[in-house]
């Protein structure tokens, strides 16, 4: 089953405007002739601004949360209809930092993976054990309770638009990576959870990207693997020096 490699790059909180644009500049220009898929995952203050340079590009644009709820009196919070509104085409959603920093519920993460693709955006959804729950041996019970969660109400073709990131909280900003093995092991059981859920077909195609101090250095052996169909990074992101190899796997 031949799935596109899908690396992502989630800014999180960093950069000012002009290294936003700077950054988007530069990768627009350097993966032009790229094969596979690609998506960076802006500031919402900066995207509006990055969706003008992205524009026309093979590059997506993300966001990095979004609202569960329609337009209206909801202060500080930003809708799915805004972010389509200025060439938004996915949104991260269920980020560790997000379920562990601010609290975010898996009901609240549902509430917002629902809204996102029913208004048409797509979704990468993460999901990812906590160290002490890997050492319990709970890695695969989190994940599937994280998955069945995430996803309920979910149907079966709305899962084309949405990308499945595992993310080991232990691995995320930390320099330590699980192994491409352990990475495997764990998507594979993605992969069959996901065809409990709905069927093998939907299983087949959906890509499962792997998060956690993803570099030049270990992509390769990491994405070799056959179920990690891509990446969703943070540190090594953002740069274009440091992002660009990544996304120049298989090419
Ligand atoms: P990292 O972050 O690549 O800096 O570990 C990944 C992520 O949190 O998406």
Not at 22 to 36: Q, S
Not at 172 to 201: C, M, S, V, W
């Amino acid at each position: 089953m031949a799935r596109q490699y899908y690396i992502a790059g989630n800014w999180k909180m960093n950069k000012n405007k002009a290294e936003a644009l700077d950054l988007a500049k530069g990768l627009v220009e350097a993966l032009k002739d790229g094969k596979n898929k690609y998506m960076i995952g802006v500031p919402y203050v900066y995207l509006d601004a990055v969706a003008q340079v992205v524009k026309g590009s093979n590059i997506l644009l993300g966001a990095q949360d979004v609202a569960s709820t329609g337009n209206g009196a909801h202060t500080g919070e930003v809708s799915c209809a805004m972010l389509k509104d200025i060439g938004c085409g996915c949104v991260i959603l269920g980020h560790s930092e997000r379920r562990h920093e601010i609290g975010e519920s898996d009901e609240l993460i549902n509430k917002k993976v629902r809204k996102a693709l029913n208004s048409g955006l797509e979704v990468d959804l993460c999901i990812g054990e906590l160290l002490s729950e890997r050492e319990a041996g709970e890695a695969e019970q989190v994940c599937a309770f994280q998955l069945s969660a995430g996803l309920a109400g979910v149907t079966a073709e709305q899962m084309k638009n949405v990308t499945i990131a595992y993310e080991p909280v232990w691995a995320i900003g930390t320099g330590k990576t699980a192994t491409p093995e352990d990475a495997q092991a764990i998507h594979k059981f993605i992969r069959g959870y996901i065809a409990k859920l709905y069927n093998q077909e939907v299983a087949d195609n959906v890509i499962i990207q792997y998060g956690g101090s993803m570099n030049q250095g270990n992509c390769e052996q990491l994405l070799a693997q056959p179920d990690i169909d891509g990446g969703l990074i943070g540190g090594a992101s953002l740069k274009a020096e440091t992002f660009v190899p990544i996304c120049s796997v298989g090419c």
